[in-house]
């Protein structure tokens, strides 16, 4: 048996960050602060026009799942990456930073690892360029059964549903979590990806999900409404737990019948990379140890907090710390 807290599924990517101004991402093309798709030599291109960078082991699971590592859970996270030098990187990285990598780097992968290209802004604000290699072919005979045996969360990546084997990954995987006694949650990722996969992300979060975290964005773009109100009903109605943030303002968090708003404050970020992925694991940390609703939230907020206040997706102060300046544990 694995027990492991949480084991979380998805792209696995390195993360190569630098800066940019506005005035490069309109030259290059580049739709500021979503995650846009590229092909294998857009991505050459704009790695070749970074003027600085730092490479870290990302992907937006695979960054909360470092996260809950370091905040002291044990980890597992499933990903697909190449036996070349960045996957090899990649691999070491993860187990490093103490999360348990389960598939080796693979010789027969046919693409490269897969990489992102993050440019941040002067604001903050990071557009990230992403091309799908070897983490995109991540499929069902990547997914080990007897992994879930005695684990208690799967974190699913909505990312990863860009092709049909993920799909088929997913949905094997949040069996096999259930089956063994576990509960299985999804983030939607972005917004163009929610409405990629509208009739598979409603399915999941009616028939296989216990919770699923989303941005008002994704939230709206999933149930094709301007009212958050009316899609978060609509998800709350068929889901145990509903997550939304809302970038600035108050995180709205539903558990049934009962409704939980919690306070954001509002500062103008370092480098917004990893926000989200950060404020899930301050999320499931709560969630995993049995935290009530509000405290998971506030958890969220405050690992959201930290990780915008510097370069790089993944926490550099001791999350438990600020967890205690807080009063939440």
């Known amino acids: 048996m694995s027990n492991y807290d949480v084991i979380g599924i998805g792209n696995a990517i390195v993360d190569v960050i630098g800066h940019a101004a506005d005035t490069f991402l309109d030259h290059m093309g580049i739709d500021k602060g979503i995650m846009q798709l590229v092909e294998r030599d857009r991505a050459e291109v704009l790695y070749g026009a970074m003027t600085d960078r730092t490479e870290t082991p990302g992907g937006s699971v695979a960054n909360t799942v ?7 859970l ?13 996957g090899r990187f990649y691999a070491k990285g993860m187990e490093d930073a103490g999360t348990a990598f389960p598939n080796p780097p693979s010789s027969t992968a046919e693409a490269p690892t897969s990489r992102s290209m993050i440019f941040v802004s002067p604001d903050g604000e990071r557009s990230m360029n992403t091309y799908l290699g070897a983490g995109a072919d991540l499929g ?35 069996q096999s979590m259930r089956a063994a006694g576990g509960r299985a949650g999804i983030t939607l990722s972005d917004p163009f990806c929610a409405d990629r996969h509208r009739a598979d992300f409603q399915r999941l979060v009616a028939e296989d999900m216990d919770f699923v975290i989303g941005n008002a964005a994704e939230w709206t773009t999933l149930y094709e409404t301007d009212d958050l109100s009316a899609a978060l009903a609509q998800a709350n109605a068929v889901c145990e737990t509903v997550v939304c943030t809302c970038s600035g303002d108050p995180v709205i968090l539903f558990q049934g019948d009962k409704r939980v708003e919690v306070p954001v404050q509002k500062v103008v970020p370092v480098d917004a990379t990893g926000a989200g992925d950060q404020f899930a694991a301050g999320f499931l940390y709560g969630f995993t140890t049995g935290q009530s609703l509000e405290t998971c939230g506030r958890m969220g907020v405050v690992a959201a907090a930290e990780v915008i206040g510097h370069i790089g997706p993944r926490p550099k102060a001791d999350l438990k710390t600020l967890f205690a300046a807080e009063g939440l544990i």
């Open 140 to 174: 069902q005979n990547d997914v080990s059964d007897a992994l879930f045996q005695g684990g208690k969360v799967l974190f699913l990546e909505g990312y990863l549903f860009d092709k049909d084997d993920g799909k088929t990954a997913f949905t094997a995987a949040a």
């Open 66 to 72: 470092a996260g809950l590592g370091s905040l002291g």
């Open 74 to 86: 044990s980890t597992a996270f499933i990903g697909k990456v190449k036996d070349d030098a960045l």
